[in-house]
């Protein structure tokens, strides 16, 4: 910033002082905003007036718009948990009541309008790359808070969280008693620089052992600056690693929630759940239990997914498309279905935000940790501390990044195998004939049988 004047010198217009009273020094104005004037830039400070649209203007277009509201998504309406599941109240197919979040890039402001109880589960997938130096671009994430349409009561204020994002300055942080929180009918930009690459996730802070159970919670990740290099036949990585270790073919985020039906039934009836009686009916993968987990994605705009998997939106009201043949998953967009070809490297990015620890098993293929909580599998001196598993050990907010080679498969067809939770209860959620749970599968094609992944979590075929 070159601009060192004080405010009443160096206003030619005058009228700053319908906004601060006192003349206020730059010295001054740095002290009160804080670190927020790290990201904005030198832009806003030329007019001298501290407004927040020209804070906006002067970052740019967000990279990304979502919106926080409430809404319903289908479970198995058996097994039956009276009076809570399937709720009563629930419209259509649906069967749950949740608080949520929606992707809303491109919606006009009526189509925007039009979401509040459109939320999805789990939170819209998204990706930033890793802060480059070289050419600084800032990663910038509009929120804007729709309400809650059953339950205008509560007036709750919404935040973005990003879990375990490093030296995120308190302003962007989420974390509503020390940052701000977006009421109703509001909107606020995070800015962020991602200087970490690896596997996250979101939430909302405001409320948070309730919303984040409600379903305001979802996986975010960091591309590295190595991406593009070629490293051992790899162009693609997880990581910085200098040697491709990291690398992979095709990648899947599989983001771990709960729900509790009770909880969610007494949302919706406006009664106050006893978090302390907390108990998980259904365990999730990606927003949905097996077999809906291996049911394809909505249908995805590909070129649009460049920092977001861009679900398809009907045109005139800006809703989600639902998944082709399932209807009732038109608010879980998101597939856990790894489809593969014999051969080639696959990541998995793990990310939980139950509330209880989950154990998920590749039953015949050995994964490689390669990353965990965002942070390589290396010591301090470099040492490869990487391991062979075939299970992971997964505590509420942590993540896990992991490699696997998939196994030889010639022919038509496919060979599956089992991803799965391996606490039995959690992997069908007590669902008749073992369906139902924190469970999806791993199908391997013969070479060239699935052909290259266009966006993350891309079934191919
Ligand atoms: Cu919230």
Redesign the pocket.
């Known amino acids: 910033m070159t601009h060192s004047s004080s405010r009443a010198t160096d206003d030619p217009q005058g009228d700053t002082g319908m906004i601060f009273k006192q003349p206020f020094s730059r010295r001054d104005l740095l002290k009160f905003a804080g670190g927020a004037v790290a990201v904005v830039g030198t832009g806003i400070w030329a007019g001298n007036v501290l407004m927040p649209e020209a804070a906006i203007a002067a970052l740019g277009d967000p990279d990304l718009y979502l919106a926080?509201t409430d809404g319903w998504i289908y479970l198995p309406k058996t097994p039956a948990i009276p009076p809570f599941h399937p709720d009563v109240l629930a419209p259509g197919l649906l069967t749950t009541y949740i608080?949520g979040f929606r992707e809303v890039t491109g919606l006009t402001d009526i189509q925007l309008s039009n979401q509040q109880n459109k939320a999805q589960h789990s939170a819209p997938l998204f990706w930033a790359n890793q802060f480059d130096p070289a050419h600084p671009v800032d990663f910038k994430v509009q929120l804007t808070n729709l309400g809650l349409a059953l339950r205008p009561d509560l007036f709750?204020?919404?935040?973005l969280h990003w879990h375990g994002f490093r030296n995120v300055i308190p302003f962007f942080d989420g974390e509503p008693s020390g940052s701000v929180a977006v009421r109703t009918g509001r909107i606020f930009t995070y800015v962020y620089r991602p200087r970490e690459p690896g596997t996250y996730m979101f939430h909302?802070h405001?409320?948070d052992v309730e919303?984040v159970q409600m379903g305001?919670t979802g996986l975010v990740f960091v591309r590295p600056l190595q991406d593009g290099q070629t490293l051992a036949g790899h162009t693609k990585f997880l990581y910085n690693d200098g040697d491709g270790s990291t690398g992979f073919e095709r990648e899947f985020a599989m983001f771990l929630s709960e729900v509790w039906a009770e909880a969610h039934w007494a949302d919706a009836h406006i009664q106050l759940p006893e978090w302390s009686d907390y108990r998980a009916d259904f365990s999730l993968l990606n927003g949905r239990v097996y077999p809906d987990t291996v049911a394809p994605n909505a249908p995805i705009n590909a070129a649009a997914s460049t920092h977001r998997l861009a679900v398809e939106t009907d045109p005139v009201t800006g809703d989600l498309v639902a998944p082709v043949g399932h209807p009732e998953l038109q608010y879980q967009p998101q597939s856990s279905l790894v489809n593969c070809n014999a051969g080639e490297t696959v990541a998995l990015r793990f990310a939980n935000l139950g509330f209880r620890e989950q154990a998920m098993t590749l039953a015949g293929i050995r994964m490689r940790v390669v990353g965990r909580d965002a942070t390589p599998m290396r010591g301090r001196d470099g040492t490869d501390t990487s391991y062979e598993t075939e299970t992971i050990n997964i505590g509420p907010g942590e993540s896990f990044d992991v490699v696997f080679t998939a196994p030889g498969h010639t022919g038509p067809g496919y060979d599956t195998y089992m991803l799965y939770n391996r606490n039995y209860l959690r992997a069908n959620n007590l669902a008749p004939g073992g369906f139902g749970g924190q469970a999806t599968e791993v199908r391997v094609y013969a070479a060239g049988g699935v052909p290259a992944q266009a966006y993350p979590n891309d079934l191919g075929v």
Do not use: L
Request: glycine letters at 10%; aromatic letters at 10%.
């Open positions: 926080g608080f709750d204020a919404h935040t909302c405001v409320e919303h305001m």
